[in-house]
């Protein structure tokens, strides 16, 4: 094989985020319309580098927990979206084809084990919420591994596993992956949201079925 390594993004990658990304809905399922406004106001912020990824994150789960949400929640609207075209199917045949499998997102960990429980990812680093046996949130710890430092994840795995850079692949679609995109061997772009993440892939794919990226492999 060409490649050894195959990294995805989760939203609008491997799961639909059309109607808005995971945050966003659990926003506004859980909070209403307050909730859309808080979370508007904290992606502003974060945009403008006055509020940190990691402060992010406590500010929102920290925020679900003081409201009482729990497991059964966040399972709830996690089911309100769903996998992305040929999503299940290319990772399970990359799988098989032996590849090594990872996400890098800025998601949440239960968005995937709720709508692919059975996925074949070798490392996941994401957002992650742990529960008490009651299924109330317990800790969370926010990934290091978003905008601007995705790549670094990248550069971890390729370490660790021996395989060199020229051999790994991600597949994005969002503005927080181009670091990734261009330290990849192969960057895919999958339906990107801007032509500024288009130019910085290797490859364009356009077609809303994640199956189309094995031809480039």
């Known amino acids: ?6 990294c995805f993004d ?4 491997l799961i639909s985020d059309e109607g808005g990304k995971y945050w966003e809905r659990l926003h506004a399922a859980l909070e209403g ?6 979370q508007k106001e904290r992606t502003r912020l974060f945009q403008e580098g006055k509020l940190s990824h990691e402060r992010w994150v406590d500010l929102d789960v920290g925020g679900f927990k003081d409201c009482g949400f729990t497991k059964a929640d966040l399972e709830r609207v996690a089911r309100t979206h769903e996998l992305l075209p040929g999503a299940r199917k290319t990772a399970l045949e990359l799988h098989t084809r032996g590849y090594k499998l990872a996400v ?3 998601s949440l960990g239960i968005l995937i084990d709720t709508l692919f429980p059975d996925h074949p990812f070798d490392d996941v680093f ?3 919420i742990s529960f008490d046996k009651e299924g109330r949130i317990k800790d969370w710890k926010a990934t290091v591994f978003d905008a601007g430092t995705k790549h670094k994840a990248l550069h971890a795995i390729c370490e660790r596993e021996r395989i060199p850079l020229s051999e790994a692949v991600f597949v994005g679609d969002g503005e927080n992956d181009i670091d990734i995109l261009k330290e990849a061997g192969l960057g895919i772009a999958f339906c990107p949201k801007s032509e500024k993440v288009a130019a910085a892939a290797d490859v364009v794919v356009r077609k809303k079925d994640l199956w189309e990226i094995l031809k480039h492999l």
Do not use: F, P
Request: charged content about 30%; proline content about 0%.
């Open 33 to 38: 319309e307050r909730g859309k406004t808080v």
């Open 104 to 106: 890098i997102s800025g």
């Open 10 to 13: 989760v939203d609008g990658t």
């Open 1 to 6: 094989m060409k490649y050894k390594l195959v």
């Open 126 to 128: 994401v957002n992650e």
